[in-house]
T-cell receptor
Framework: DGGITQSPKYLFRKEGQNVTLSCEQNLNHDAMYWYRQDPGQGLRLIYYSQIVNDFQKGDIAEGYSVSREKKESFPLTVTSAQKNPTAFYLC????????????FGEGSRLTVL | GENVEQHPSTLSVQEGDSAVIKCTYSDSASNYFPWYKQELGKGPQLIIDIRSNVGEKKDQRIAVTLNKTAKHFSLHITETQPEDSAVYFCAASRSGGSYIPTFGRGTSLIVHP
């Protein structure tokens, strides 16, 4: 089945460590997005990419990094510079000839110990 | 940029009642307004959307209305059921350009049996 796969679903990290969240899609979508979700904060955009080898900062990019070497993959690295990384992270994609709909993965919950 | 306000943040209803969630937007150029449902521990899924050339759209028990003049749109759920309990997000975007939707902060709907 076509869709977006995020892994791991749960991740624990010690302070000072970098962690990478995986996002893979087989929908042949050009655009991919990373959102952070905190209680009562809605969905806040971290980074987005509309084409391979190009990406743009969103509203809360500080302390995060991404790459887009393949159309199918858009990994997010949460660096030690992110002051409050404990959150639920959502990856999404959208197709060319954008209808407006975003397709979301199941999310990754990161907890910093 | 676009700003989307969503109310209420929490909505509690009895099974069988109707539920209404309201959103306002600021950018008059926005022309696509989706609603997403997020069940606990999962990613949001599109449940209904409306474009600016339409005033109302229905899909079984859910409907969305749009008032372009007032820049607000609403989600209506009739005959609510316990499985409707979830967090609902509205969003606004425009076709063309960078296609980045702006999300509301979400409404937690609780349907009591």
């Amino acid at each position: 089945d076509g869709g977006i796969t995020q892994s791991p679903k749960y991740l624990f990290r010690k302070e000072g460590q970098n962690v990478t969240l995986s996002c893979e899609q087989n929908l042949n979508h050009d655009a991919m997005y990373w959102y952070r979700q905190d209680p009562g904060q809605g969905l806040r955009l971290i980074y987005y990419s509309q084409i391979v080898n190009d990406f743009q900062k969103g509203d809360i990019a500080e302390g995060y990094s991404v790459s887009r070497e393949k159309k199918e993959s858009f990994p997010l690295t949460v660096t030690s510079a992110q002051k409050n990384p404990t959150a639920f992270y959502l990856c999404a994609s959208a197709g060319q000839g954008y209808t407006g709909e975003l397709f979301f993965g199941e999310g990754s919950r990161l907890t910093v110990l | 940029g676009e700003n989307v306000e969503q109310h209420p943040s929490t909505l509690s209803v009895q099974e069988g009642d109707s539920a209404v969630i309201k959103c306002t937007y600021s950018d008059s150029a926005s022309n696509y307004f989706p609603w997403y449902k997020q069940e606990l521990g999962k990613g949001p899924q599109l449940i209904i959307d409306i474009r600016s050339n339409v005033g109302e759209k229905k899909d079984q028990r859910i409907a969305v209305t749009l008032n372009k003049t007032a820049k607000h749109f609403s989600l209506h759920i009739t005959e609510t059921q316990p499985e409707d309990s979830a967090v609902y997000f509205c969003a606004a975007s425009r076709s063309g350009g960078s296609y980045i939707p702006t999300f509301g902060r979400g409404t937690s709907l609780i349907v009591h049996p």
